[in-house]
């Protein structure tokens, strides 16, 4: 009887551990979007290629993270994928249409150097200070959270997208960074 108790004891705290981390779980920091990456890494290989990449925070399940990736570019099939509560879907099947002479990598981008989710979360951590400084906001939070590729593929118009609200809800403040961290343009 207490080797079954020893054994129940242990699956429970296993189980617990394993749910506590994962992404949905992760702060909006560049430490806590760092994690997120290494997930995407993990789930899709260092190679994939990306379309589209969203993380929505949802206060009362986490992180919600939406995507479209391909590990096979040149195919032009791509898969749209959603994370919940830790559980990856593939919710649609994605086919690109390029111009003539191109290559699909032309219009897709990779996680590494160029293009963050390290990068994302150290600027969410710069527009939150911004906003306490300068709107005297205590504890704004993330709504939501992409990368933003443009549909030419021109690198150079890429950038990240932040939207804050304020901790009791109201008015959403929305920031746009180009690659390199220059804040491009604030409103609400």
Request: proline residues 3%; aromatic residues 10%; hydrophobic residues 35%.
């Amino acid at each position: 009887m207490k080797r079954l108790k020893f054994t129940v004891i242990a699956v429970v705290l296993t189980t617990l551990i394993s749910c506590g981390g994962g992404s949905a779980n992760q702060e909006a920091t560049a430490d806590g979007f760092t994690e997120i990456q290494n997930e995407f890494k993990s789930k899709f290989g260092d190679n994939a290629y990306y379309t589209d990449l969203d993380i929505v925070y949802d206060e009362s399940i986490g992180n919600i993270i939406n995507t479209i990736v391909t590990s096979e570019p040149e195919s032009l099939k791509m898969a749209e994928w959603s994370q919940s509560q830790g559980a990856w879907t593939e919710t649609s099947e994605v086919s690109l249409e390029i111009p003539e002479g191109t290559k699909a990598t032309d219009f897709m981008f990779q996680l590494g150097d160029e293009i963050s989710l390290t990068e994302l979360g150290g600027l969410i951590e710069k527009a939150k200070l911004k906003l306490k400084e300068e709107k005297d906001l205590a504890n704004p939070t993330l709504s939501i959270a992409s990368i933003i590729f443009p549909d030419d593929g021109d690198v150079s118009n890429a950038s990240y997208s932040i939207s804050l609200n304020p901790e009791n809800g109201g008015t959403t403040f929305r920031f746009s960074y180009s690659l390199d961290g220059e804040l491009l343009d604030m409103d609400y």
